[in-house]
Each structure stands twice: as C-alpha cells, then as structure tokens.
C-alpha cells in the first residue's frame, strides 16, 4: 500500500518561502510521476508541478513558474516543493500525488497525501 505523508505548511507573509515535503512509501516506485496539487477555498484543485521519478524532468503551471521548484531526494524517495515569493493567492490546501501518467489532471493520480495547509498573509 502506497502511503504519502505531507509536511512543511503554515503561516508567511507575502515575499516569503516555505519548503513542503512529501515523503513516499510501501512499494518500489519506478516510472512514476510524482506531482503537488492545491485547492483553495472555495476553488477546484489545481495542478502546481510535477516532476518525473527519477527527479529529470519537471513542468510547472504557469502560475507558480519561476517561483516554485519541484525537486527529489531519490534516497529518500521523498519530493519537494519549494516556494519562494508567496503571494496571498497560493494560499491552499497543497497536496502530494503519485501517478503513472504524465498528466496536470489529477483524476489521472492514483495515490494522494492528507494535504498541508499553505497560508500566505498579505
């Protein structure tokens, strides 16, 4: 059983950075994508990033380029979103998810974290 546990969330002010962390486990994970996915209140979720398994490529929505990075700890099997410049419009509940196909929709994800909460003050 594929278990994904998200870290990492909380409060900043506008300009400022947080690092969320998704650690993976319960299988051997090849060929892979792993992707980071938000839902704001009162909106439907939204793809952030995703990043291949073996952490070569990446794609990012074009809302978050340039200020977010999408990374992997292949040792660790755990994959990071790293978010610098925060504006009050990336607040969210952000969650991790596995998939198998190359895909911004996450109905195409098969396994999912709880979510961590991002709030960014203005």
């Known amino acids: 059983q594929v278990q994904l546990v998200e870290s990492g969330g909380g409060l900043v002010q506008a300009g400022g950075s947080l690092r969320l962390a998704c650690a993976a486990s319960?299988?051997?994970?090849?060929?892979?994508?792993m992707a980071w996915f938000r839902r704001a209140p009162g909106k439907e979720r939204e793809f952030v990033a995703r990043?291949?398994?073996?952490?070569?490529?990446?794609y990012y929505a074009d809302s978050v380029k340039g200020r977010f990075t999408i990374s992997k700890d292949n040792a660790k099997n755990t994959v990071y979103l790293q978010m610098n410049s925060l504006k009050p419009e990336d607040t969210a509940v952000y969650y991790c998810?596995?998939?198998?196909?190359?895909?911004?929709?996450?109905?195409?994800?098969?396994?999912w974290g709880q979510g961590t909460q991002v709030t960014v003050s203005s």
């Open positions: 990043v291949t398994w073996d952490g070569a490529y990446t």
């Open positions: 319960g299988r051997p994970f090849s060929m892979y994508y």
């Open positions: 998810a596995l998939g198998r196909t190359r895909s911004e929709n996450g109905y195409d994800y098969s396994y």
